[in-house]
């Protein structure tokens, strides 16, 4: 009996047109015994409303309406209902290439393996985007090492080997593009309540409940870039949900970030810079230069940041976060990103 798929997909206020063309690479999949759950998570009545049109059209199709609780747990609600024997994760304004579940459908039946990845390619607009791609031969089972070595990957994103898949794919830390047994999937429910980080770490606990992993090295995904990064986003409070997923991650993953600290440390480095380039120095904050100065040196000295002034790790980060982070110490770092 053919194995049945659930692509569960989270909708709020999507734009409709991006929504159907969602839609549409899903259905036109070259693999056919699918089930399709749109998960609305409160979103506008029309939008809504064009969830339960699109289902009708088709009996693959379920809508399901919840309050609105976030992407997190309108995933987590699409997993408990699926039906089906392996779940994959999409965004509603992004798009699969016509092979996608064909070829991971195959890679984990014939190497029993608990979760398949494969490639994204960036887009500015579907447009961009091959939905045809090209079915490769070339895979990997990953054995504990190989586990270890994509975790880590995960953290610092610069394992060249998942950096340029068939030249503008690569493997990301987001929650799609991965083939899951439904199993595997249920015991792993994304974390709620977490502002930033979640999908770190929903894969980093992913990996610990996975026996066996497999790596296909094709583009099976096409990521629509938003004009609005939320990396660059001012919240107002980013040091407090920062704080709060770095602690997370440290106390969920202790062992892994302690024997890993090269790539943990630099984590914990990329997020500070944030804080002090798109929260400290926005245009939205109005801090007088003296307490932004106050508020660096706190951190600082306080965990989870202390950490990167750690000698043992500040001799893996790169050169221009040595010279910031000195800077820092000197009331002076204001005056270099304000250059960059």
Known sequence: MEHLISII??????????????????????????????VDDGSLKDVASYCDEIAKKDDRILAIHQNNQGVSAARNNGTKAAKGDYVIYVD?????????????????????????????????????????????????????NGITELKRH????????????????????????????????????FPLGMPIGEDLLWNLNLLCKCSKVCIVYNVWYGYLVSSSSAIRKYYGNRIEKVEKYLNCLYNTHKSFCLENI?????????????????????????MSFRDKNIIVHSLLESKP????????????????????????????????????
């Open 92 to 144: 509603a304004d992004d798009l699969l290439a016509y092979h996608s579940l064909e070829e991971a459908h195959k890679c984990i039946v014939e190497n029993n393996a608990d979760l398949v990845i494969s490639g994204v390619s960036k887009i500015k607009s579907h447009s961009d985007f091959d939905y045809s791609g090209i079915f490769t031969s070339k895979s990997e089972v990953l054995n504990k």
């Open 262 to 286: 090269d790539v943990y440390g630099k984590n914990v480095a990329v997020e500070f810079y944030c804080i002090l380039r798109y929260e400290l120095l926005s245009p939205s904050n109005s």
């Open 9 to 38: 997909i989270p909708v709020y206020n999507v734009d409709k047109k991006l929504l159907e063309s969602c839609i549409s690479s899903v259905l036109k999949q070259s693999y056919s015994n699918i089930e399709v759950l749109l």
């Open 154 to 189: 995960y953290l610092a994103l610069d394992n060249p080997k998942y950096k340029n898949i068939n030249g503008n794919g690569y493997i990301n830390r987001g929650p799609y593009c991965r083939l899951i047994k439904r199993e595997v999937a249920i015991s792993t429910p």
């Open 305 to 340: 940041w202390e950490i990167i002034t750690n000698k043992e790790v500040k001799r893996y980060l790169p050169q221009k976060y040595k010279i910031l982070f000195f800077l820092c110490k000197i009331n002076l770092w204001q005056i270099l990103l304000k250059r960059l």
